[in-house]
């Protein structure tokens, strides 16, 4: 059975840094796709981080240069480092898996598993 596990959330001031992690199991983890995504109250879950098997990164606009996605496959755990956080920054973050190893989507339907979400609040 596939799970992921988000941790390292919580409530943070403006320019503060927060890094969340996903810790992954019941799969070859080195081999999927896996994201980063966020849903604000009243909003659409929107993708923040991809990362393949390789280690290739994409990252929208909105975050790009300060927040940054990195995997262990060796301890089957994702991370999220998270820099200058904005109060605009403050939903629910996700992680999520696809089995796929070359190329990864910020789309979230493209997504087979998922996690039960961190918190983050960022202050103004």
């Known amino acids: 059975q596939v799970q992921l596990v988000e941790s390292g959330g919580g409530s943070v001031q403006a320019g503060g840094s927060l890094r969340l992690s996903c810790t992954v199991s019941?799969?070859?983890?080195?081999?999927?796709?896996m994201g980063w995504f966020r849903q604000a109250p009243g909003k659409e879950r929107a993708g923040v981080a991809t990362?393949?098997?390789?280690?290739?990164?994409s990252y929208p606009d909105s975050v790009k240069g300060r927040f940054t996605i990195s995997r262990d496959n060796a301890k089957n755990t994702l991370y999220l480092e998270m820099n200058s956080l904005k109060p605009e920054d403050t939903a629910m973050y996700y992680c999520?898996?696809?089995?796929?190893?070359?190329?990864?989507?910020?789309?979230?339907?493209?997504?087979?598993?998922w996690g039960q979400g961190t918190q983050v609040t960022v202050s103004s």
């Open positions: 019941g799969y070859t983890y080195s081999t999927y796709c």
């Open positions: 990362i393949n098997s390789a280690g290739s990164t």
């Open positions: 999520a898996a696809k089995a796929a190893p070359v190329n990864c989507y910020l789309d979230s339907s493209w997504y087979s598993y």
